[in-house]
């Protein structure tokens, strides 16, 4: 039904069919007056339910706040160490811009505003296109940094020619070059720039929208929750809200269930997982603290170290590997340029030092194991060329691991608990994977832009959910639990019934 005709449909039949209209759309001189284009089944739902907020407020949790007026929508951001909270004035597209706040008062000085659902859209960021990708919203980049991009279909429209790339000159000492950059925002008349609290490709003008679910004062279901505040930008609540409940029960539920074998003696407790580099580094951020927690491992904090500073920089080799001997999982977050190639056993090991440590319990899989992030890189191959550029593989993790922490927990739970059970491994293709087993010699994946069809294929036909949903059976059979009932039941597809079929035969 065209937005005309719908409206048309309004004007007769009054106010109480408001929630029919369509907020993809702009408003036309035709619109009557009085129309609400945020109403309740168009608004974020609170939490982890899925009906849109019945009050005009809605709290987003650690990153923000919204409220809602008829035609438009005043989102404040929440203050975090290091990050400035902000008021974004989000109006429908086609009506006029608000004078003034919900409640009459004056917007604070620095409110950005913005006509949305926007339509043009840059980011330097990879974490940012895994946001837009899983909203469905890929066709509004329209110009990215591609050094670190992943998404394959965002490396294709590069490659492609379709979608346009530019980059900020790096100088050397901390100082950058923006002119480039900004005159890429200019010419691809691009109307939102999402950038980060480090300024990451940022416009350093309104068009700025500081996006910050890396922030380190956030858990891993608080970095979802981000989707809610982009999806604002794009009228696509009802989406994110959807999105965030599902991974949100995914999430507990394989915590719980983890939780529940661990209560019966089904798998063993007490192992400890930590995150380090080769520079003798280990961080026990939220989000990485909740991901070894979800799978039934406890995050190690030195014991010479403040558990609030969140890091710790060892004094000397022999101090890093003494430690590490009370280590099971260690998660390694060295940077390689080139894990394909760069990134062997070997390298792995020697340059943690391990090598001169043979007795550590990770290196052997009985006791432990070495973790990458780098299972999914990109080829680090784009179109875009230039003589300050140089573009690397770029890792799923920094881009898919934030939408997609039920897929995250899973991996984790898999290779910890359930590797080498039948049925419980198949994975399907398109769908990111994240940790990558060293002392197996577990390959790294190049995703190239060949492979935009098959990850765009998992996503809208909800493969990776399907995938989810079939080790959770997998999971309750071996662990003796029948799954509870699951929300969002309708996202899975008849491909999960074909899986679940498959692995309990
Ligand atoms: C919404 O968030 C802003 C910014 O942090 C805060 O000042 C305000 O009090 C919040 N509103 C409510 C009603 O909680
Ligand atoms: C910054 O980059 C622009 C565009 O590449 C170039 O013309 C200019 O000379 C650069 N300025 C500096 C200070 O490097
Ligand atoms: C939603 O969150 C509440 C706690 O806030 C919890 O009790 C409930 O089980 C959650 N629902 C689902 C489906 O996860």
């Known amino acids: 039904?065209?937005?005309?005709?719908?409206?048309?449909?309004?004007?007769?039949?009054?106010?109480?069919?408001?929630?029919?209209?369509d907020n993809q759309a702009c408003a036309t001189s035709s619109t009557p007056s009085g129309t609400d284009f945020f109403p309740a089944a168009a608004r974020l739902s609170p939490g982890n339910l899925t009906s849109g907020s019945a009050s005009a407020f809605v709290d987003g949790?650690?990153?923000?706040?919204?409220?809602?007026?008829?035609?438009?929508?005043?989102?404040?951001?929440?203050?975090?160490?290091?990050?400035?909270?902000?008021?974004?004035?989000?109006?429908q597209c086609g009506t006029t811009q608000p004078?003034?706040?919900?409640?009459?008062?004056?917007?604070?000085?620095?409110?950005?505003?913005?006509?949305?659902?926007?339509?043009?859209?840059?980011?330097?960021?990879s974490v940012a296109v895994g946001y837009l990708e899983q909203l469905g919203l890929r066709d509004k980049l329209k110009l990215i940094d591609p050094a670190y991009v992943h998404a394959p279909c965002v490396q294709k429209a590069e490659e492609d020619g379709t979608l346009a790339a530019s980059h900020v000159i790096y100088l050397g000492a901390s100082k950058y070059n923006?002119?480039?950059?900004?005159?890429?925002?200019?010419?691809?008349?691009?109307?939102?720039?999402?950038t980060d609290e480090w300024d990451t490709g940022y416009s350093n003008s309104d068009k700025d929208v500081v996006f910050t679910p890396s922030h380190t004062n956030l858990g891993m279901l608080e970095r979802l929750s981000f989707i809610k505040f982009i999806s604002l930008f794009f009228n696509k609540e009802t989406q994110a809200s959807g999105y965030y409940a599902d991974q949100y029960e995914r999430w507990n539920y394989m915590a719980g269930q983890v939780a529940a074998a661990q209560a019966r003696g089904g798998i063993p407790t007490g192992y400890k997982c930590?995150?380090?580099?080769?520079?003798?580094?280990?961080?026990?951020?939220?989000?990485?603290?909740?991901?070894?927690?979800?799978?039934?491992?406890?995050?190690?904090?030195?014991?010479?170290?403040?558990?609030?500073?969140?890091?710790?920089?060892?004094?000397?080799?022999?101090?890093?590997?003494?430690?590490?001997?009370?280590?099971?999982?260690?998660?390694?977050?060295?940077?390689?340029?080139?894990?394909?190639?760069?990134?062997?056993?070997?390298?792995?090991?020697?340059?943690?030092?391990?090598?001169?440590?043979?007795?550590?319990?990770?290196?052997?899989?009985?006791?432990?194991?070495?973790?990458?992030?780098?299972k999914h890189v990109s080829d680090g191959d784009p179109l875009y060329s230039h003589s300050t550029f140089w573009p690397t593989e770029s890792l799923t993790w920094f881009e898919d691991s934030y939408v997609h922490p039920a897929v995250v927990v899973q991996d984790l739970v898999r290779l910890s608990?359930?590797?080498?059970?039948?049925?419980?491994?198949?994975?399907?293709?398109?769908?990111?994977?994240?940790?990558?087993?060293?002392?197996?010699?577990?390959?790294?994946?190049?995703?190239?832009?060949?492979?935009?069809?098959?990850?765009?294929?998992?996503?809208?036909?909800g493969l990776c959910l399907a995938q989810l949903s079939a080790q959770r059976v997998a999971v309750a059979a071996l662990l003796g639990a029948s799954p509870a009932a699951r929300i969002g039941a309708n996202l899975v597809t008849v491909t999960f019934v074909a899986i679940a079929t498959m692995i309990l035969v």
């Open 61 to 91: 949790g650690e990153g923000f706040n919204v409220t809602y007026a008829e035609t438009f929508k005043v989102v404040r951001t929440k203050a975090l160490p290091g990050v400035e909270a902000l008021t974004y004035v989000l109006y």
């Open 1 to 21: 039904m065209s937005c005309v005709r719908l409206l048309t449909l309004l004007a007769l039949v009054g106010t109480a069919r408001a929630s029919a209209v």
């Open 178 to 194: 923006y002119t480039l950059w900004h005159n890429s925002i200019s010419t691809n008349n691009v109307e939102m720039v999402i």
């Open 274 to 374: 930590a995150w380090v580099t080769a520079a003798y580094e280990i961080t026990w951020d939220d989000y990485k603290r909740d991901i070894c927690t979800a799978a039934g491992l406890s995050i190690h904090i030195p014991s010479a170290a403040t558990s609030s500073a969140g890091y710790y920089k060892y004094p000397s080799k022999a101090a890093f590997l003494t430690d590490m001997a009370n280590v099971a999982v260690v998660i390694d977050e060295s940077w390689f340029t080139t894990p394909s190639t760069d990134a062997t056993k070997t390298a792995v090991i020697t340059n943690l030092a391990f090598n001169e440590a043979p007795g550590l319990p990770s290196l052997s899989p009985s006791t432990g194991m070495i973790l990458r992030l780098d």
């Open 417 to 461: 608990w359930l590797n080498g059970v039948a049925g419980v491994t198949t994975l399907q293709e398109g769908c990111p994977r994240f940790f990558r087993d060293i002392n197996s010699n577990d390959v790294v994946v190049k995703t190239t832009a060949n492979e935009c069809t098959l990850w765009d294929n998992a996503r809208v036909n």
């Open 99 to 125: 004078t003034q706040d919900v409640d009459g008062s004056a917007f604070p000085a620095g409110a950005r505003f913005f006509s949305v659902p926007v339509k043009r859209v840059a980011t330097g960021m």
